[in-house]
């Protein structure tokens, strides 16, 4: 099952703090959201999120890093958040990491889905 972790701020440290929670938690994969417009286009935000798999990839090999499209991720993660009694204003400092164990809960989901 999935659970949430504080957002990683994307700065110059990220490859850093990253491997450490790798190194530290021993890690086998990680899962990065690709972001795309419903539509299944390509955005700039989709760009950047290459960006960064690839830079993942490159710094924490031999550790397996995939890709996973986050569509509606971060609707799912409000409606998550609301069911449980979270105010939106209360949701802002959330979000991102609601999203992001949606996004790993659903790559988890389909590894089953068979």
Known sequence: MA???PALAANDALMSVVSAIVEEEG????????????SGKET???EVA???FAALRDALSPV???Q???R????????????????ARDQ????DSAAAVVILQNYLDGLHAD
């Not at 890690?27 to 419903?38: E, N, S």
């Not at 802002?92 to 979000?95: F, Q």
Request: charged share 25%; aromatic share 6%.
């Open 92 to 95: 802002r400092s959330r979000i």
């Open 3 to 5: 659970f949430p972790r």
């Open 64 to 66: 397996v890093v995939v």
């Open 72 to 87: 509606l991720s971060t609707f799912q993660a409000q409606r998550s958040l609301s069911e449980a009694g979270i105010r």
């Open 50 to 52: 290459d960006r960064l």
């Open 44 to 46: 700039s935000s989709t």
């Open 27 to 38: 890690v086998g994969l990680v899962v990065v959201g690709r972001p795309v417009a419903l």
């Open 68 to 70: 996973y499209d986050e």
